[in-house]
């Protein structure tokens, strides 16, 4: 008998899961590869306001389906809804493999190589016994595992804050170009590699649909979710927008271009060595952070996923205190054997296309509810629809499709993810068709 999760997030620890979600490893080091062929202050900052700007279209649209479809699961749910349950179980596959499982292992191996340059300690060992200790404290109970989450992001978004002033009050920041009239930003914002670029900020923002993932344990999830939504991505575009800002007042773009602890770049520039050291135990910090509410998705989802079908029944079970251990569990597995690889641009666009292409068929799905489902009560409407939605449509369409061309290899591999997950599901259930139950 399977035991229903206990609702317990309300605003607060729901807004800090979705912030903890989007600020992790993305926004501390995709800078440096935006600069490689970005060269204009004005343009590499205006990513991260469209960056927002999508992410926010995308997030009113999912605020509707976690309203409207108040379970775990997130986009399993959503597409499972929408298109067909095969459209469901990729959806969940792709959050299961991908859309958790390289984050959190990129993350994890960042952690490692931040703690090394403060405390003399293997990288790889810091990041397998950091994951440990995240998947202890959530195995520990709903309670626990909450308020650890509340606590760290909150420091999560102190150490952030600080940073940012300190890199306004920078005694001798740089003059940025900045400018339009020489028509420089405005040539790089229309080119091709702004478009890939926006991959690597979409995978910084990556999380803002979090909500959805735990909705089946949100207090008043019709309420909550959409609330929660609108304040975490505008909190984090406006923080993504200011620490960018400050890493470019600190340090010359051409010196940040193709490097990945842009952070720590930053605050050797200001306060020199020791502020590197510094800046290293920030964005550890911020990781734990980051890493602890991925676990939390990740677990919830795999719970859902695999209630429903016979072949990992006991992957959907859940203690009699209402924690899905053996999805915990799950998900630490396949995470540790993530962090036995170590390619850090590729895996970000890869995560980055298969992850955009799941959530524009999500928010394509929320469209098509509209007419298919026009009975089913909706508690929240998206914001500017069908405005906004068709933003978020376009805008995705375009990066997936200059990605493709630009990055074929990253690209297909996602395709080949989404392919694989297919294979799986008929494999799995040419007797058994899967039913979708509450997560």
């Known amino acids: ?125 810091a990041a397998f016994a950091m994951l440990l200790v995240v998947v202890g404290v959530h195995l520990a109970g709903l309670h626990t595992a909450k308020r650890f989450q509340v606590a760290i992001t909150a420091t999560q978004l102190l150490l952030v804050a600080a940073f940012i002033v300190a890199g306004m009050m920078y005694a001798r920041a740089l003059a940025l170009p900045m400018g339009l009239n020489d028509g420089v930003a405005v040539r790089e914002v229309f080119s091709a590699p702004y478009a890939v670029s926006l991959v690597y900020v979409s995978f910084a923002f990556t999380g803002w649909n979090a909500a959805g993932y735990i909705a089946g344990e949100i207090v008043e999830p019709e309420k909550t979710i959409p609330r929660a939504v609108v304040a975490s991505t505008l909190l984090v575009t406006a923080l993504y927008l200011l ?87 799950a998900q630490g597995a396949l995470i540790l054997v993530l962090l036995l690889t170590n390619s850090f641009e590729a895996v970000m666009l890869y995560a980055g296309f298969t992850l955009n292409l799941m959530s524009l068929l999500t928010v394509l799905g929320m469209m098509r509810l509209r007419s298919t489902a026009a009975a089913t009560p909706r508690p929240y409407h998206a914001w500017g629809f069908p405005i906004t939605p068709l933003i978020y449509v376009a805008l995705s369409l375009w990066t997936l499709g200059t990605l493709l061309m630009q990055r074929p290899v990253a690209s297909l591999a996602g395709l080949g993810t989404v392919l694989i997950g297919l294979v799986v599901w008929w494999v799995g259930n040419r007797s058994v068709r899967p039913q979708h139950g509450e997560g």
């Not at 980051?290 to 989802?301: D, F, K, L, Q, Y």
């Not at 079970?317 to 251990?325: E, L, N, T």
Request: charged fraction near 10%; hydrophobic fraction near 50%; include cysteine.
């Open 243 to 329: 620490l960018n800002f400050a890493f470019l007042r600190t340090v010359p773009i051409a010196e940040l271009a193709g490097k990945v602890e842009v952070g720590a770049l930053s605050a050797t520039a200001m306060f020199g060595v020791r502020g590197g050291q510094g800046m290293s135990a920030i964005i550890a910090a911020v990781l734990v952070a980051s890493i602890s509410s991925m676990v939390i998705g990740s677990s919830r989802v795999t719970h859902a996923v695999a209630e429903s079908l016979p072949q990992w029944k006991v992957l959907g079970k859940r203690s009699a205190d209402g924690v899905p251990r053996n999805a915990i569990l």
């Open 1 to 125: 008998m399977t035991t229903r999760p206990l609702r317990h997030f309300g605003f607060a620890s729901s807004t800090a899961v979705l912030i903890a979600n989007m600020v992790g490893t993305g926004v501390f080091t995709s800078l440096g590869f935006q600069a490689l062929d970005l060269h204009s202050g004005g343009a590499l900052l205006s990513l991260w306001i469209v960056g927002g700007v999508v992410a926010l279209c995308g997030a009113v649209s999912y605020a509707e389906l976690g309203a409207m479809l108040p379970r775990s699961g997130g986009e399993y749910v959503y597409l499972g809804q929408a298109w067909h349950p095969v459209a469901g179980f990729l959806g969940g596959w792709v959050s299961m493999t991908v859309g958790f499982g390289a984050p959190i292992a990129l993350s994890s191996m960042a952690f490692g190589r931040y703690l090394s340059a403060i405390v003399p300690v293997n990288p790889q060992v």
